[in-house]
C-alpha cells in the first residue's frame, strides 16, 4: 500500500503539505492542491485512519446502542442515524443491547474503548453503572427515544417522541366506536417508554369517564411472547376487554397471534391497536391501527444533537410528536388522522 510520503515525492511537496491538503487546510494553494490529489488518485493512496484518529484525536465514529435490533422500531433508528452520520462525514458503530442491561454496558465499554467520538444510547432501563462513568469521563453522549432518569445523567440530552396526545386520540377513537372495556399491554416499567405509555393511556381512559381495571394491565417485555401470554390472560377473564392496546409493535403482533389461535377475529371479537406504527401492518389482516412516531427525524435530531457536543457546541433535548394512524383493526374504515 502506498504511504504518504510516496504522495508527496510523487506530487513534489512535503508530507506535511499532503497531510494539509487531505485536511482541507486553506493554506494551501489550488495548483498544489491539485498536483497532490491527482498523485493520490495515481496511487490509490488511502489515508491511515488509525494513524489520524491517533493525531486528532477523533475516529470520525460514533457508537449506537439499540435495545433490540430485530425490533423494527429500532431497525428504522438505526438506519436514520446511520444516514444522517454519513451526510456529516460520521460512521457508526452498532451494538444491539437485546434488552440487557449486561449486555447493554458491554457495548457501552466496548465503543469506548474503540475511542468512539459521541454515544447514541436507547437504554434498556432505569439505570447503568457504564453510561455514568462514561459521561464523567466526558464522553459526549445522547440519550435517544428512551432516557434514565439519574441526577449523575440529567445533563445528557434527550432526543424523544412524546406520544401522549397521540395515545388520548387513540382513546377518543375507541370510545367513539363504542369501546368501553379497554385494555393495555404495557412495556417494562424500567423503562421511561414504558411507563409513559400507561400514565398516558390511565390520564386518557380518565379523560372519557373510564377506569384501568386492574385485570385489563398486563406486564409485558417490548417482545412479542410477552404480548402473547398477556393477550391469553386478557381473553381467560370472564369479561374479557373490548379493545387490547399493546404499548409497542411486537407485543401487538404477539397478541394478534393469540386471538387467532383461539378462533377469534379482529376487530370483530376484540379490537386491538399498537404503539409504534410499522410497514409490516398495513399487511396484517386486518392493517393495525397504530401510534406513529418520526423515527427518520428522531434518528436524525439526534446524530445533530450528539455531534454538536463532538465539535464544541451545545446541544439540546427533542421533543417530536407522534400521530395516530387509524386502520381497521378497531373496526374503523382505512385513513389516517391528519
Request: glycine share 8%; with cysteine.
Amino acid at each position: 500500500m502506498p504511504a504518504i510520503k510516496d504522495v508527496a515525492q510523487r506530487a513534489g511537496v512535503s508530507v506535511a503539505t499532503v497531510s494539509r491538503v487531505l485536511n482541507h487546510h486553506p493554506s494551501v494553494r489550488a495548483g498544489t492542491r491539485e498536483r497532490v490529489l491527482t498523485a493520490v488518485a495515481d496511487l490509490g493512496y488511502r489515508p491511515n485512519a488509525v494513524a489520524r484518529s491517533l493525531r486528532t484525536d477523533q475516529t470520525r465514529a460514533l457508537g449506537l446502542v439499540i435495545s433490540d435490533v430485530l425490533n423494527p422500531f429500532f431497525t428504522e433508528l438505526a438506519r436514520s442515524v446511520e444516514d444522517a452520520a454519513r451526510d456529516l462525514g460520521y460512521s457508526v458503530v452498532i451494538g444491539n443491547a437485546d434488552e440487557r442491561p449486561d449486555l447493554q454496558d458491554h457495548h457501552v465499554q466496548t465503543l469506548m474503548d474503540r475511542r468512539i467520538d459521541g454515544l447514541l444510547v436507547s437504554p434498556t432501563d432505569g439505570g447503568s453503572p457504564m453510561m455514568l462513568d462514561a459521561v464523567r469521563t466526558g464522553t459526549p453522549m445522547v440519550f435517544v427515544d428512551r432516557w434514565i432518569e439519574d441526577p449523575g445523567l440529567a445533563a445528557v440530552p434527550v432526543v424523544r417522541t412524546d406520544g401522549r396526545d397521540a395515545i388520548r386520540d387513540l382513546v377518543a377513537h375507541l370510545h367513539a366506536l363504542g369501546h368501553r372495556g379497554l385494555a393495555i399491554i404495557a412495556g417494562p416499567a424500567a423503562t421511561t417508554t414504558g411507563r409513559e405509555r400507561v400514565a398516558a393511556f390511565r390520564a386518557a381512559l380518565r379523560e372519557f369517564g373510564l377506569t384501568l381495571d386492574d385485570g385489563h394491565i398486563g406486564q409485558g417485555d417490548f417482545q412479542a411472547d410477552s404480548g402473547r401470554r398477556v393477550t391469553a390472560r386478557f381473553l381467560d377473564l370472564p369479561r374479557p376487554p373490548d379493545a387490547i392496546f399493546a404499548a409497542d409493535n411486537l407485543m401487538a403482533l404477539g397478541a394478534m397471534d393469540e386471538i387467532r389461535a383461539r378462533g377469534l377475529r379482529v376487530p370483530d371479537d376484540i379490537a386491538l391497536a399498537a404503539f409504534d406504527d410499522i410497514p409490516w401492518f398495513v399487511h396484517t389482516d386486518p392493517p393495525i391501527t397504530a401510534i406513529a412516531q418520526p423515527t427518520g427525524e428522531l434518528g436524525h435530531a439526534a446524530v445533530r444533537a450528539l455531534i454538536d457536543l463532538v465539535e464544541g457546541r451545545p446541544a439540546e433535548s427533542v421533543t417530536l410528536s407522534a400521530r395516530l394512524v387509524t386502520r381497521r383493526s378497531c373496526g374503523e374504515p382505512e385513513g389516517s388522522k391528519p
